[in-house]
């Protein structure tokens, strides 16, 4: 993150735009921020810092770093009149210090944005005509799509054509990005090799009423990374962008095994993948707590109206107990909302060749008090009945922290690295015994009740066990 200036006479600097640094000499920016509303070009960007209203030498500001701008290069198309290519490149006038508080950010490249949170950072205000933060900080916000944004941004004066492709819309009920937070990052994180790899999605470009629940409007990064690899001579390949700067980066904190003075000591088995969609046979186990709370820990796949398979050491998973609840379409563990269903669990039927701490025949049954109610986000997955997997490409959807493994940009061939390996596991010994009706017709009937169209959703395989190579 970089905070973007301009000096005063009485020689403070009014810190009021953000910006992301992408290359050791190189700040992505709105292009808006090339003038202040004085017509001022700014002249300072600070990074590494903890405290904004704190001198550069302040002990609270012991990261911090002071460049001055060589240039500010607007996108070409950008005009202050409008509100459209609100991107912009400053260029400072030395490199960087690279730090592990200080390192290069990389570029969300593909045009579509898999995940349903992103974090947007900044030294704004923290409401509608509040005060500005002195410390930095960091929102969650989920994207809206443009279609339903578009009825907050109208076409107007400065907007003819109402919100284009190149920009994006995010919000929150409670948090948001608001004045003095323009060209900061709203981003994404992905791990690689134990470290969290922040992908730049969108620039903060302008909003309404920040803080009321009103989406504001971002410049989209990948509609312009051709613009910037030429302005920088920088690739953004995000494979490339991943693996530059890896030793500095910072560590996910799951991986963290032990801190002993400076030396952070990590876990590899603590390793594993996370793809967030809407699943609609995904559920979760859930294990009550003396407190009355339900604790949603292990994972399980809807494969009828009342049976859910999972893996057989989710008995005595957490709290030493078998798990009592199954959440079904809802894919939050710490709230559940009014849309999910809790069912109590009337048996948890394991495999009988399996033994606890072993990986063999860890596949388990659970039987449910009553049925689920199938509706168009609660659809059992199908069974396939081949031993036989030839496709190119699987999805994995658990609780992990999210993994550089699990994204294919546009245009970019799949992976042919065995760096994760799942254990596949046989199913047909324990569900044909109890003669549940998985056939390929019985289930994609049910289906059609449900959904009037719908891809197939074919359960494979169990997660029971992940290793990296």
Avoid at 15 to 38: E, K, M
Avoid at 107 to 114: D, H, N, R
Avoid at 275 to 304: D, F, M
Wanted: a neutral charge; glycine letters at 8%.
């Amino acid at each position: 993150m970089a905070a973007i200036g301009w000096r005063q006479t009485n020689g403070s600097i009014s810190f009021d735009c953000g910006g992301s640094l992408i290359t050791p000499r190189h700040v992505l920016t709105a292009a808006h921020c090339a003038l202040n509303d004085d017509g001022v070009a700014p002249q300072v960007v600070r990074l590494g810092v903890i405290d904004i209203t704190a001198g550069l030498y302040d002990p609270q500001n012991q990261f911090a770093q002071e460049y001055g701008i060589s240039s500010f290069r607007r996108h070409p198309e950008h005009e202050f009149r409008a509100e459209y290519h609100d991107i912009g490149l400053v260029t400072l006038d030395r490199p960087v210090t690279l730090t592990d508080a200080v390192v290069p950010a990389c570029l969300w490249t593909g045009a579509q944005v898999p995940l349903r949170r992103l974090e947007a950072v900044g030294f704004g205000q923290t409401s509608f005509g509040g005060e500005r933060t002195p410390i930095l900080l960091k929102v969650q916000l989920s994207p809206v799509d443009n279609s339903a944004c578009g009825r907050f941004y109208p076409p107007s004066r400065r907007r003819r054509q109402g919100l284009i492709d190149q920009q994006m819309c995010a919000s929150d009920e409670r948090m948001d990005t608001c004045h003095g937070d323009s060209g900061g990052p709203l981003q994404l994180k992905l791990m690689a090799n134990n470290r969290l790899i922040p992908f730049v999605v969108g620039i903060t470009s302008f909003g309404r009423f920040c803080g009321t629940a009103t989406p504001a409007v971002y410049t989209r990064v990948s509609s312009y990374v051709d613009w910037l690899q030429t302005e920088t001579g920088v690739s953004f390949d995000a494979k490339a962008c991943a693996g530059r700067h890896l030793n500095i980066r910072e560590i996910e904190e799951a991986m963290v095994a032990n801190r002993i003075g400076g030396k952070v000591f990590v876990e590899p088995e603590k390793s594993y993948m996370d793809l967030e969609t809407v699943a609609k046979h995904r559920v979760y186990l859930g294990y009550s707590t003396a407190s009355g709370r339900i604790q949603w820990n292990c994972g399980g796949v809807l494969i009828n109206e009342n049976f859910v398979l999972t893996v057989a050491h989710c008995d005595r998973f957490i709290l030493n107990k078998t798990p009592d609840f199954v959440k079904v379409g809802d894919l939050d563990i710490f709230n559940d909302h009014p849309h999910s269903q809790v069912i109590k669990i009337e048996r948890f039927i394991k495999h009988p060749d399996y033994r606890g701490g072993t990986i063999d025949n860890d596949i388990a049954l659970v039987k449910l008090q009553r049925n689920v109610r199938l509706e168009p986000n609660v659809v059992p997955a199908c069974i396939l009945n081949s031993e036989t997997v030839t496709l190119p490409f699987y999805e994995m959807a658990g609780l992990g922290p999210y993994n550089m493994n699990n994204f294919v940009m546009e245009n970019e061939a799949l992976s042919n690295s065995k760096v994760l390996h799942v254990l596949l596991i046989v199913l047909y010994s324990l569900l044909f015994f109890f003669e549940l009706p998985l056939k390929s017709k019985t289930c994609k009937s049910i289906k059609r009740k449900v959904l009037a169209k719908s891809n197939p959703i074919t359960c494979i395989s169990l997660t029971s066990m992940v290793a990296l190579m």
